[in-house]
């Protein structure tokens, strides 16, 4: 076949275009044909044999899916909603999760999972006379926390790895303040519900005995300065604000009941 001959779609026969069409090792997907994939499901090196099977699975999981009842849901833009019933889960962007044929995961296809609580910094400057913008002393920044739930599937249909950043659109800008601390917990109760009895862990394997690990942490104290904003959590209770230097008083000192933030 010639370089410029029309190519015609593996599956269905008709002819492929050049826009969103997938190329496998034996042939060519058109673009309906590979908009059925799962959006997890791998790409490279593909040939029409597997592409049928994921297709089969693909037809399979849209009559799976009917029986599927939300329990639990978490995240903002991209959702984990959870069947607790059925022990499976589903990721999606979609509001109709059957429209959109979202794979219907089960909790003992979970290889691997954990929390990345991700920081993203900018520094403040501030203007001199001659417009000229220069650093604090010390340096001051703005932060903002993005609070990912990493996975790894034992699933041939779903790529091996997913990350879900359960707090996209709202990511909360001070550290161990009460947004911090509502999505600290949520992804702890996700990785609980999936895995009970590994918080805060990484499971290498299915198998494995579940780790034992304390309950969450509810209660926490935080300090706070009144005058700049920075805060802490740590044991240690300063008599001025490594920030801005003004006194820490009885004000700047908080005790947060987590449980009451979730409500």
Same mark, same amino acid.
């Given at each position: 076949m010639g370089l410029f001959d029309a190519k015609y779609c593996a599956i269905c026969g008709s002819k492929v275009g050049l826009?969103?069409?997938? +190329?496998? $090792?034996?042939?060519?997907?058109? %673009?309906d044909c590979t908009a059925k994939l799962s959006p997890y499901f791998s790409r490279r090196h593909q040939n029409l044999a597997s592409v049928q099977k994921h297709l089969a699975y693909?037809?399979?999981?849209?009559?799976?899916?009917? =029986?599927?009842?939300?329990? /639990? @849901?978490?995240?903002?833009?991209? +959702?984990?909603?959870?069947? #607790?019933?059925? !022990?499976?889960? @589903?990721?999606?962007?979609?509001?109709?999760?059957?429209?959109?044929? /979202?794979?219907?995961?089960?909790? &003992? $296809? @979970?290889?691997?999972?954990? %929390? #990345?609580? !991700? *920081? &993203? !910094? $900018?520094?403040?400057?501030?203007?001199?006379? &001659?417009? %000229? %913008? @220069?650093?604090? $002393?010390?340096?001051?920044? #703005?932060? *903002?926390?993005?609070?990912?739930?990493?996975? +790894?599937?034992? =699933?041939e249909n779903i790529d091996s790895s997913v990350s879900v950043d359960i707090s996209d659109g709202d990511h909360p800008e001070i550290e161990f303040g009460e947004d911090y601390l509502k999505y600290n917990y949520l992804a702890n109760e996700l990785i609980n519900t999936i895995a009970p009895g590994t918080i805060d862990e990484v499971i290498e394997t299915p198998a494995a005995e579940p780790l034992q690990t304390a309950e969450p942490v509810k209660f926490y104290k935080m300090i706070r300065c009144t005058n700049c904003g920075w805060t802490s959590d740590g044991p240690d209770i300063p008599n001025f604000c490594p920030n801005c230097a003004d006194p820490i008083t009885l004000d700047d000192i908080a005790v947060i009941d987590v449980s009451s933030i979730l409500e």
């Amino acid at each position: 076949m010639g370089l410029f001959d029309a190519k015609y779609c593996a599956i269905c026969g008709s002819k492929v275009g050049l826009l969103g069409t997938m +190329k496998l $090792d034996d042939g060519h997907l058109c %673009k309906d044909c590979t908009a059925k994939l799962s959006p997890y499901f791998s790409r490279r090196h593909q040939n029409l044999a597997s592409v049928q099977k994921h297709l089969a699975y693909r037809e399979q999981n849209r009559i799976n899916l009917q =029986n599927f009842s939300e329990t /639990a @849901v978490y995240g903002t833009t991209q +959702k984990i909603h959870l069947d #607790e019933n059925h !022990r499976t889960f @589903v990721i999606s962007r979609s509001s109709d999760l059957i429209k959109a044929n /979202a794979d219907l995961i089960s909790f &003992d $296809d @979970v290889q691997s999972l954990n %929390k #990345e609580i !991700r *920081e &993203d !910094r $900018d520094e403040l400057r501030q203007e001199e006379e &001659d417009g %000229k %913008k @220069v650093s604090y $002393d010390p340096p001051r920044y #703005e932060y *903002e926390y993005s609070f990912l739930v990493k996975m +790894k599937f034992a =699933n041939e249909n779903i790529d091996s790895s997913v990350s879900v950043d359960i707090s996209d659109g709202d990511h909360p800008e001070i550290e161990f303040g009460e947004d911090y601390l509502k999505y600290n917990y949520l992804a702890n109760e996700l990785i609980n519900t999936i895995a009970p009895g590994t918080i805060d862990e990484v499971i290498e394997t299915p198998a494995a005995e579940p780790l034992q690990t304390a309950e969450p942490v509810k209660f926490y104290k935080m300090i706070r300065c009144t005058n700049c904003g920075w805060t802490s959590d740590g044991p240690d209770i300063p008599n001025f604000c490594p920030n801005c230097a003004d006194p820490i008083t009885l004000d700047d000192i908080a005790v947060i009941d987590v449980s009451s933030i979730l409500e």
